[in-house]
């Protein structure tokens, strides 16, 4: 039987990245789709190198004729739909782009799904941000919804169409809701690749302080390499259904600094409260990480931590890298960045 194709739109993105490093290494032909910038994106895919081994393809998740265009084309057996603003802090200030792409966009693709390749698997990025101010601790398949960001609703939407595709036209569709997960491939934006770049850059050069926002929010963060593997067991699962993908472990942004620094060979000391806090280099004095309100976010998601039992029980799946272990994987890949002069993501 010829290799299965599959599709994954967002290739460029983190998660892009290793998910076609597994599929690749399970013998699928790897179409990507990129939408079209002035800059080169493909970091993540050459640092991996599987960047020689995929065949892109150019689509826009706003342009009706172009998706419909490239199933087409491609007549994809499995589609990974993981374009969108992911981004929950540019949400706020564009919230009618981050529909169009995070939510319309997958609708796009479904309405493309049913009329061209209704025989296709696919897979929808779902997200935590759903569960926003959270209904249930820990949050599972059951919890009901609240997002908190524009982001968040968007990405309801697509769920919920999802959902409803699966139900109304027996599409093979389900939705993966991962909570958050890193790695080294991580962009700059996200506070975990902030905090381990800012971390090498202080130890390394004395760059600094760091400005970030709400120490406080509570976030379950896995390894992004574990979550890709989930994602493609999903879609060989019947009977169809949607997964919480999650550690089950929750640790505050203050923390995960502290692990950062830690992995660096500092020691934090915290003075001040509020907008005035700050984080100071026990050995120097020197100020490493200071609070600034200009990243608070209008509204915040406070507490996340996931309920995995489902995905453990069903799909065979656990997570396999302790935050602690994805913090110094992370740290040591930034700290070989900034000595090299060679930091990706900008
Ligand atoms: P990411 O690194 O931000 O990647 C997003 C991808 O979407 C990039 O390839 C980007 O292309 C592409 N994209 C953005 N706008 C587009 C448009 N208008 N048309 C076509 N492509 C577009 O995100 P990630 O961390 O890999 O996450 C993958 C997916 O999972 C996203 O949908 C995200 O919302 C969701 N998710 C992520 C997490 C997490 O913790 N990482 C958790 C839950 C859900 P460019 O390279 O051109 O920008
Ligand atoms: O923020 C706080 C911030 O931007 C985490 C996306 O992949 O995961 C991600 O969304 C927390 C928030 O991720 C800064 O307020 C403090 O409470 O790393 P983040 P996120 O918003 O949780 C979900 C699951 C997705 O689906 C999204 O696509 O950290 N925080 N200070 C900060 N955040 C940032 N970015 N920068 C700061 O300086």
Redesign the pocket.
């Known amino acids: 039987m010829a290799n299965k194709t599959a599709l994954i739109?967002?290739?460029?993105?983190?998660?892009?990245a290793y998910l076609s490093k597994l599929l690749l290494d399970k013998g699928y032909r790897v179409v990507g789709s990129?939408?079209r910038?002035s800059g080169i994106?493909t970091w993540r895919l050459q640092d991996l190198q599987v960047l020689d081994e995929i065949e892109f393809t150019s689509?826009?998740?706003?342009e009706d004729s172009n998706v419909r265009g490239v199933l087409e084309k491609i007549k994809p057996d499995e589609i990974y739909n993981?374009?969108?603003?992911?981004f929950v802090g540019d949400s706020f200030t564009q919230p009618i782009y981050t529909t169009q792409?995070?939510g319309i966009?997958a609708l796009r693709l479904l309405e493309g799904v049913r009329t061209v390749v209704p025989t296709a698997k696919f897979y929808q990025?779902?997200?935590?941000e759903m569960f926003g101010k959270v209904q249930q601790v820990p949050q599972s398949e059951k919890t009901a919804f609240y997002p908190r960001s524009p982001y968040g609703v968007a990405?309801l939407f697509a769920h919920w169409t999802v959902v409803n595709y699966r139900e109304a036209y027996g599409l093979h569709c389900c939705s993966g809701i991962?909570?958050?997960?890193e790695s080294p491939l991580r962009?700059v934006e996200f506070l975990p690749r902030k905090v381990t770049l800012g971390m090498a850059k202080y130890a390394l050069r004395g760059e600094g302080p760091l400005r970030v926002g709400n120490l406080e929010a509570k976030r379950d963060w896995g390894h992004?390499r574990d979550y890709v593997d989930a994602m493609w067991r999903m879609l060989q699962t019947t009977p169809v259904m949607d997964f919480v993908v999650a550690t089950g472990r929750t640790h505050t942004v203050r923390d995960f600094v502290e692990m950062a620094a830690s992995a660096c060979g500092i020691s934090l000391d915290w003075q001040g409260t509020g907008h005035n806090e700050m984080a100071i280099d026990r050995a120097t004095g020197n100020v490493v990480v200071s609070v600034d309100p200009a990243f608070y976010r209008p509204s915040e998601v406070d507490l996340l931590v996931g309920d995995p039992s489902l995905a453990k029980e069903v799909l065979d799946w656990s997570p396999t890298v302790r935050l602690e272990d994805l913090v110094s994987e992370m740290v040591e890949a930034d700290m070989h960045r900034v000595s090299s002069n060679h930091v990706s993501g900008f």
């Open positions: 739109t967002g290739i460029t993105g983190q998660d892009g990129m939408r910038t994106g689509m826009e998740l706003t993981l374009a969108a603003q992911s792409v995070t966009g990025a779902s997200t935590s990405k991962l909570f958050n997960h962009g992004a």
